[in-house]
């Protein structure tokens, strides 16, 4: 059973850094994409960045230069950076896997900004 925990949210003022960690136990396929997505109050959950078995990355255009995906293969765990944080990235951050033909989601962890 393939298990994602999600860490590292919290409240930060703007301007201010935050990193997230998704720890991933089970069997998962070696070919996979990480991702992480946020689903703000009254809006559609969207994709911030991904991450491929290989490394390539992907951001969405409102957090490139900010945010930074990364992962250790050794420890099963993505992370997410996110630098000059803004009041609008305040959303539950969601970590993602794809692999096979499954899809999983972590529980989610709030990321709030102050203005």
């Known amino acids: 059973q393939v298990q994602l925990v999600e860490s590292g949210g919290g409240l930060v003022q703007a301007g201010g850094s935050l990193r997230l960690s998704c720890a991933v136990s089970g069997n998962i396929f070696s070919i996979n994409i990480m991702g992480w997505y946020r689903q703000a109050p009254g809006k559609q959950r969207e994709l911030v960045a991904d991450?491929?078995?290989?490394?390539?990355?992907n951001y969405a255009d409102s957090v490139k230069g900010r945010f930074t995906i990364s992962k250790d293969n050794a420890k099963n765990t993505v992370y997410l950076q996110m630098n000059s944080l803004k009041p609008e990235d305040t959303a539950v951050y969601y970590c993602?896997?794809?692999?096979?033909?499954?899809?999983?989601w972590g529980q989610g962890t709030q990321v709030t900004v102050s203005s």
């Open positions: 991450i491929t078995n290989l490394g390539r990355t």
């Open positions: 993602n896997l794809r692999t096979g033909h499954s899809i999983y």
